[in-house]
């Protein structure tokens, strides 16, 4: 089974400290995304890796930057937390094995994150 | 652009009854579409996808889903709804000329009451 963790289920940070959320896969998989998910939005990308110190961005990088320094790991990073970065952060991975485009993402948990 | 629309925010069944939740899409090229659920405090899980062949696609926990092309969706069904499927549903959709990313539907709460 694949398995997708996260460093953390919550999380509380005061306003402009530096966050930083880990994710890790057991897949051996290519590609990484972080997502936030918001009540009534769905789930928007924030950005996605392809390979190893590749990253591009998603829909909302805007506060964000990552960090992709193993193949497993993807570390999501708040640079200085605001309150409307208050949210459910969700990892997710996928491999090209299925041909590209085609593969199927697999979720870890979650991370509930609270600004104040 | 890709784009997906879940039009119902909940979803209201009776257990024992069938049960459709709908997502219609946009996108450019050919459609790769998936539904996942999440169940309170977890993060996502995959219940099935489309990527070609046949119109239905089975998928885990007895849900299936058909895809129609002329009216761009990919409904979501179950025969015989039961209270354990009560969860939040996403709708997904991965365009083949677009990004590797998934573009996800604003989410639907179904509600299968005893």
């Known amino acids: 089974d694949v398995k997708v963790t996260q460093s953390s289920r919550y999380l509380v940070k005061r306003t402009g400290e530096k966050v930083f959320l880990e994710c890790v896969q057991d897949m051996d998989h290519e590609n990484m995304f972080w997502y936030r998910q918001d009540p009534g939005l769905g789930l928007r990308l924030i950005y996605f890796s392809y390979d190893v110190k590749m990253k591009e961005k998603g829909d909302i990088p805007e506060g964000y930057s990552v960090s992709r320094e193993k193949k497993e790991r993807f570390s999501l990073i708040l640079e200085s937390a605001s309150t409307n970065q208050t949210s459910m952060y969700l990892c997710a991975s996928s491999s090209l094995q299925q041909g590209a485009l085609r593969e199927t993402q697999y979720f870890g948990p979650g991370t509930r994150l609270l600004v104040l | 652009a890709q784009s997906v629309a879940q039009p119902e925010d909940q979803v209201n069944v009776a257990e024992g009854n069938p049960l459709t939740v709908k997502c219609t899409y946009s996108?450019?090229?050919?459609?790769?579409l998936f539904w996942y659920v999440q169940y309170p405090n977890r993060g996502l899980q995959f219940l099935l996808k489309y990527i070609t062949g046949d119109n239905l696609v089975k998928g885990s926990y007895g849900f299936e889903a058909e895809f129609n092309k002329s009216q761009t969706s990919f409904h979501l069904k179950k025969p015989s709804a039961l209270v354990s499927d009560s969860a939040l549903y996403f709708c997904a959709v991965r365009d083949s000329r677009g990004r590797r990313a998934l573009t996800f539907g604003s989410g639907t709460r179904l509600q299968v009451q005893p």
């Open positions: 996108v450019s090229g050919n459609p790769y």
